[in-house]
């Protein structure tokens, strides 16, 4: 699935500032800023990105469920701060979950994974994008995505995406397909 450009997060940031949907706004922001899988994303709790004064931490670690391993991540401050205002908007403790349905919190419960796809579609209509290119996984890209285009540093996407190793990183971002597309279009025979 295609990630997000910059144009189009900062389209879905400013509609869902506009409709005041805080939670997206924060799930939104946190998936960007994280590059983290669904897996990785909907289960965190409230104690995982504070610190002991309830505060938002400016990084933190989380074991992946894929690969079993530590990976850091780190958050902007836009994103602590929607994230400040989402944990007020929904009143949870420390130990409650981070994404929770906005009309069943009480269930104890996470967003499910269907959940979140079915926002991210949401938001995508919400931007008049496609969402048939766009996915909860175009969220994780998006931000690596920027990244490469920005810096060609394999290596930095490979760490901040929590890869194994590099060449499953070109081949999540298509580095090797831009290369050949971009030689098939200078060669000239």
């Known amino acids: 699935m295609a ?9 879905i940031r ?16 946190m998936g960007i800023d994280t590059m983290l899988r669904a897996s ?6 409230i104690n995982d990105i504070t610190d002991h004064n309830g505060d938002v931490v400016h990084e933190f670690t989380i074991r992946q469920k894929k690969t ?31 994404w929770t349905s906005i009309g069943n919190r009480k269930t104890g419960r996470h967003l499910t994974r ?7 579609k949401n938001w995508c209509y919400l931007a008049r ?5 766009h996915s909860t996984h175009s969220v994780r890209r998006s ?10 540093n ?8 929590g890869h194994k190793n590099i060449g499953s990183t070109a081949h999540y971002l298509g580095v090797d397909q831009r290369k050949a597309l971009d030689l098939a279009k200078r060669i000239k025979i």
């Open 143 to 152: 931000k690596s995505a920027a990244i490469y285009d920005a810096t060609h």
């Open 14 to 29: 400013s509609l869902l500032i506009a409709e005041k949907k805080i939670r997206d706004l924060a799930l939104f922001n």
């Open 114 to 120: 269907n959940q979140y796809a079915n926002l991210v």
């Open 154 to 161: 394999l290596a930095a996407c490979q760490h901040l995406l």
């Open 3 to 11: 990630p997000f450009t910059p144009d189009q997060a900062a389209l």
């Open 68 to 98: 079993g391993k530590g990976h850091v991540v780190a958050l902007t401050p836009n994103t602590r701060d929607s994230l400040a205002d989402w944990m007020i908007a929904s009143g949870t403790g420390p130990e409650d979950f981070l």
């Open 40 to 45: 990785d994303l909907l289960p965190l709790r």
């Open 129 to 133: 994008v496609d969402p048939k290119i």
